[in-house]
């Protein structure tokens, strides 16, 4: 047992934080820390690619509560030095071995390391917060935007899983209004940034603009086999051949429902644009009643996680470099869809950062709930700490023979 599992223990019987009144006073590691409670240790597998590098600059700018922390990547980058929050770290190579003493480990490396090791992870007594698809849609791990489904998360067994970016960033301002007035069904067009394919694929869009600028008859392409800039295609997941959705589209259908955890009828179509780092949607929505742009306007207004850019007289709305960085999801080209008639249709435009609230941000959201649960319950005496309701571990029951996705993120 780890030492903050130990302290949550310990916390249960002392039950002495007033938590309400330090709430909102402070930040999570000052509240744990005056609180007497041990910081979780913290592993990052994945941490030279470029959600693993949001993360550390996430854990630091929101002053997550951590005691130690690890960074893991492949053989390839073992060795390397980092300094970081002023201490000089080496990253380790990635092994079954690594994560023992470790209570968050926070997975984006890839389904595949994610199906090698998030298993033992789970058995070394840690609790893995995985970027990738591995896990998603399996029964038992929970599928979280915090924003919509955070009491999910108390019943992880060991994995909780962050959903795909363009699931995420739909699901955000779509529940704020689906909670008022239920959707009926989702018709979502993506416009998804070069990040969403990883850093090498960020890389390859800046190194075509300057093959391009310097004349070369062919641009650098060695990830997506096409020209991207001054282009765009159809997302560069695999596509079913039987129903001609991309395996992105699917994942968008799929993952939702489970999310909301009600069937809620989507239908996307995915696409690929030469942008770096945030992706837009154009959402239809169909409403069991009729939902007036007014009334849509103030429930985005104060939904949790959403900013509202839609200044028509100024042609002003959202863009993925004003989203870019930026923690929120800007909504805008908020107005009635005129082709349902009644006011039961609506139309919304998004941009929201990919690597940031589509994928490092929801997961380390979901880290700061954790150590949220584990402080509450261990105040009211109900539990014994993060691993709360994770008993059964790795062996009692995920599946790593899920297909194969080329796309695994
Ligand atoms: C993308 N599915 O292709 C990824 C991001 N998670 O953009």
Redesign the pocket.
Known sequence: MSSFLKMSLVLRRANRVNQSAMRGLCSQAQELERSGMVLPNVAIAGVTGAVGQEFLELLEARKFPFANLKLLASARSAGKKITYMGKEYTIEEMTEDSFENVDIALFSAGGSQSKKYAPAAVDAGAVVVDNSSAFRMQPGVPLVVPEVNPEAIRAHRGIIANP???TILMNVPVWALHKEVPVKRIVVSTY?ASS??GAEAMRELEQQARDWVEGKEEVKQDIFGRQYIWNLFS?N?AVCLETGYNE?EL?MVKETTKIFDEQIPVTATCIRVPVLRA?CEAINLTFAEPMDEARARSILENAPGVSIVDDRENNQFPEPLMASGKDDIFVGRIRPDLSQPGGYGLELFIAGD?IRK??ALNAVQIAEQLVQNARDDATEGVSVGIKQGSEAVFSRGFSTSAPEEK?E?
Do not use: L, R, V
Request: proline share 0%; charged share 20%; hydrophobic share 10%.
């Open positions: 795909n970016c363009s998804q969403g394919a997302h997941s992105e994942k992706h990919q589509g994928a796309n993120d």
